[in-house]
């Protein structure tokens, strides 16, 4: 009955694709990618709670594309870029999760 959040924003990834599979069932679901990667939504069905995607496409070249794919279900699923909060907590204590 608890929301989800997945953070990339600290990881290291030298694939080119990463694919994630997200349902926000009854409880929402926060996917959270560094700036210079993008992501694919055309794979998520948005169900009643729908799919927001605050990303851009703006993606760095060596940097992952993010596949979504699964449903938004009743509570949905969000993908973004780092909130102010989280880019304060990268910037100040960039080795620390």
Not at 65 to 88: D, F, K, Y
């Given at each position: 009955?608890?929301g989800?959040?997945?953070?990339?924003t600290?990881?290291?990834?030298?694939?080119?694709?990463?694919a994630?599979e997200a349902?926000?069932e009854?409880s929402g679901?926060t996917?959270?990618i560094?700036?210079?990667?993008?992501a694919?939504?055309?794979?998520?069905?948005?169900?009643?709670?729908?799919?927001?995607?605050?990303?851009?496409?703006?993606?760095?070249?060596?940097?992952?594309?993010?596949?979504?794919t699964?449903?938004?279900?009743?509570a949905?699923?969000?993908?973004?870029?780092?909130?102010?909060?989280?880019?304060?907590k990268l910037h100040?204590?960039?080795?620390?999760?």
């Amino acid at each position: 009955m608890g929301g989800v959040k997945i953070d990339f924003t600290r990881v290291e990834c030298r694939l080119t694709e990463v694919a994630v599979e997200a349902y926000g069932e009854t409880s929402g679901v926060t996917i959270v990618i560094p700036d210079a990667w993008a992501a694919d939504t055309s794979g998520m069905h948005p169900g009643v709670g729908g799919l927001t995607d605050k990303t851009t496409p703006d993606r760095l070249p060596g940097t992952p594309l993010v596949r979504l794919t699964g449903s938004g279900g009743m509570a949905g699923v969000v993908i973004r870029h780092p909130n102010r909060r989280e880019r304060r907590k990268l910037h100040s204590n960039p080795t620390q999760g």
